[in-house]
Every structure is written in C-alpha cells, then in structure tokens.
C-alpha cells in the first residue's frame, strides 16, 4: 500500500501571507531576476573567469582611464573595503595595472593593461549577446523601459 505524500505547508503556514502580496513585493521579482540574470552572466563568462563586479571593474576603468581606487567605488557603489581583493584579483590577473596619479602624488590612478583591453573586448561581445537575450524577449522598448524604471528605483 502506498504511503500518503505528506502536504507542504502553505504560503500562509510560511508565514508569505496572501500569495496575491508576494506576486506584488518588487524585491521578490527583484531577486528572481537577479538571480536569471547572474546564471546567465556566469554561463557566458565561465571560461574567462569574470563576474559581474569584475566586468562592472573593467568597464569602469575602461570608460575612465586612470580612475582612483575611491572613484571606481562610488561608480559602482560599493565600499573602498570590498574594492581591495577584486582589484587585487585584475591586478594578479594582469588585467589591471596601478600607477602614480599625475595630479596627486599620493593617490594611485588605475588603467587597463593591453591584456585587459583584449579580454574586455571579448567580454563586451558576449554581453551584448546576453542583452540581446532580453531584449528579444521583453522587446526593445520593454527593455528600455526596465533599465529607466530600476535607475529611478535605485535613485539614479
């Protein structure tokens, strides 16, 4: 005789509340989509083992040659402490190189080795593929629309 599969608890038991308010949470769709997002980032940059702050690193040093260690955190909005070990990682990588800061003597400005800007090349190729991804599945104006609705959310 077969055993009765035991019922999972409910949303409600789970203490979700009503399913009808997590359908609306914008951190719950945030998160899921981060989540996509992150998988299919990790997929295509596997072999170059990058992840989304390193390219986020590249792509800001690339725009701003010679940028401080401090003016790639407030790009990126992180911390100066959580800057340390991924730019440590470029450097050791040879993908990024420290020099003195021409207007401050004091101060260390960053740039991109040749090697960086080959492997940044590369990268921008297959995250365009990946953007493409969605906007062939949101359409070009729902992407738009996405992109301007999250940087007015985040404050920007």
């Not at 019922?7 to 399913?19: H, V």
């Not at 040879?94 to 492997?119: E, H, Y």
Request: proline residues 6%.
């Amino acid at each position: 005789m077969a055993r009765a599969l035991k019922r999972r608890p409910g949303p409600e038991a789970e203490g979700l509340g009503d399913a009808g308010e997590l359908e609306g949470a914008v951190g719950f769709w945030l998160r899921l989509a981060q989540q996509q997002d992150l998988k299919a980032f990790n997929r295509l940059f596997a072999d170059a083992g990058i992840t989304q702050p390193l390219y986020a690193m590249l792509l800001a040093i690339a725009a701003r040659p010679g940028l401080r260690q401090a003016d790639i955190g407030e790009r990126l909005r992180m911390r100066q402490p959580n800057l340390v070990e991924p730019i440590d990682t470029l450097i050791d990588r040879g993908l990024i190189v420290r020099r003195p800061d021409p207007n401050d003597g004091r101060a260390q400005a960053i740039d991109l080795t040749p090697a960086g800007v080959a492997l940044l090349e590369r990268l921008r190729v297959a995250h365009g593929q990946l953007i493409a991804s969605y906007r062939e599945r949101l359409g070009a104006d729902g992407y738009a629309r996405l992109v301007d609705l999250l940087r007015t959310f985040v404050g920007r």
